[in-house]
């Protein structure tokens, strides 16, 4: 249940939402807050997807290896004390408060304007310069030359993959978006670079070349993923660096996707060793770190779920897009072998393009269109003219009608799968009454 404090802070980034500001006064601002970002060391993690998987990787490790690691999500799930969090937990509703009302106050003080995003991210600084953290893991919310995290310089940029998203804000093409993200990197940064389609990586690689000692490693070529199994039956990998080769790495967030998410924070971290920040990890800590990971709401199952009179199984994932989709669909599919069957309870906002973001998952499953509780939602019988080539559509208008529709379609042993936005994922997993995480 949202604390008093929960409320207050929802409020101040509520004021902010869509005040169509950018984050240009992020230098003013901080320097009002008394520079709390000037020794921030770590990593930043921008990209279309495997952002918030990347860095719960690395928080866990470096958490493991006895560090105190800020880390900052967004948006949250559940509870806005997710957005601020020490060693992978989320900050007291009391710590929140304070970090988030000392900003609301300093741009109240000067008239100085910001984004939600830039409320965040010194939010965020305030909390970690008062907690004494020893690194920062900093995930960029939406692009990357002009995302709030850009006034920080902590000296690792780690740069996921690229996909269409956001196009009303980060540009049509895989080029421009591209660009857009790569806009973090900064001269003498290290920077881990994922998997990209050829467009993007050409450029990635052009602005690459406007900076000057750059070290670069990417996925495939200075970074090696190899999976096998083990003899336990569990997939485990061996993630080569130049810094080192760490093998047995255990894998615990479900999707074959996730071994590159891991092998990225493994070379953010062997990174940050390369410049000096951390020591090496010992393997030891570093497989019990990456064992202890988790991260809600990505393709997060329930087995059994219970709901009522039901009991069946519930997977979660905020796929945001047609990449994300299709980047999960496979292990949709073999969590619906367990189940006869299999029904999807859907919400995104109103800028995406629903019409792609079902493509990749079975046409025959029923669909149950909800809102999610955004003043930029897209609307129930919106999503049902942009899907209206699959054959059976539901309207639920409320989460909780959408979620029991769900299971009378499946019947007991079914699965739910839950997409869309993390607003609909927070509500759902609050239905089921699982602690925020």
């Known amino acids: 249940m949202a604390t008093r404090e929960d409320l207050a802070c929802q409020e101040i980034i509520g004021r902010y939402q869509f005040n169509g500001a950018g984050v240009s006064a992020m230098p003013q601002l901080l320097e009002a807050l008394g520079d709390p970002g000037r020794d921030l060391r770590g990593m930043t993690v921008v990209g279309t997807n495997g952002k918030g998987s990347t860095c719960a990787f690395a928080v866990s490790a470096l958490a493991a290896a006895g560090m105190r690691i800020g880390s900052m999500p967004s948006p949250h799930l559940q509870h806005v004390t997710e957005r601020i969090r020490i060693n992978g937990q989320p900050v007291s509703s009391l710590a929140c408060h304070r970090a988030f009302a000392k900003v609301d106050d300093a741009l109240r003080g000067t008239g100085l304007v910001v984004n939600a995003g830039g409320v965040h991210a010194a939010a965020a600084a305030v909390h970690f310069a008062r907690s004494g953290v020893d690194l920062a893991v900093m995930e960029a919310s939406i692009g990357g030359r002009r995302t709030a995290v850009n006034y920080f310089d902590p000296g690792v940029k780690v740069i996921t993959g690229v996909g269409l998203d956001h196009q009303h804000l980060l540009g049509s093409t895989l080029g421009e978006i591209a660009r857009n993200k790569a806009g973090i990197v900064r001269d003498s940064d290290h920077v881990v670079l994922g998997e990209f389609p050829a467009e993007a990586a050409k450029a990635v690689d052009e602005v690459l ?22 003899r336990d039956g569990h997939t485990v990998l061996e993630v080569s660096t130049p810094h080192a080769v760490h093998r047995e790495l255990p894998c615990p967030l479900r999707g074959e996707h996730q071994h590159h998410n891991l092998a990225l924070a493994v070379a953010g971290i062997d990174a940050l060793a390369e410049r ?6 010992p393997d030891e800590a570093l497989r019990g770190g990456l064992a202890a990971t988790r991260w809600a709401g990505r393709l997060e199952l329930l087995a059994p779920a219970h709901l009522g009179s039901w009991t069946g199984r519930l997977l979660l994932d905020i796929a945001a897009n047609h990449q994300a989709a299709a980047t999960v ?18 919400g995104t906002l109103g800028y995406k393009n ?8 079975p046409a025959d499953w029923p669909v149950v269109l909800t809102r999610v509780g955004h003043p930029n939602e897209a609307a129930p019988d919106a999503m049902r003219t942009a899907l209206a080539s699959r054959p059976e559509l539901h ?10 529709h769900a299971t009378e379609l499946v019947g007991d042993g079914g699965l739910v799968t839950v997409l869309g936005t993390p607003l609909l994922v927070g509500r759902v997993r609050e239905l089921f009454q699982l602690p925020p995480g």
């Open 209 to 230: 070349c406007q900076h000057t000692e750059l070290t670069v490693w990417r996925l495939h070529w200075e970074i090696r993923c190899r999976p096998r199994t083990a």
């Open 276 to 281: 000096g920040l951390v020591c090496d990890i």
């Open 329 to 346: 669909a496979p292990e949709i599919l073999r969590q619906s072998r367990a189940a006869e069957h299999t029904a999807i309870v859907f």
């Open 354 to 361: 629903v019409a792609t973001m079902l493509e990749p998952l």
């Open 395 to 404: 309207v639920r208008e409320e989460t909780t009608d959408a979620v029991h």
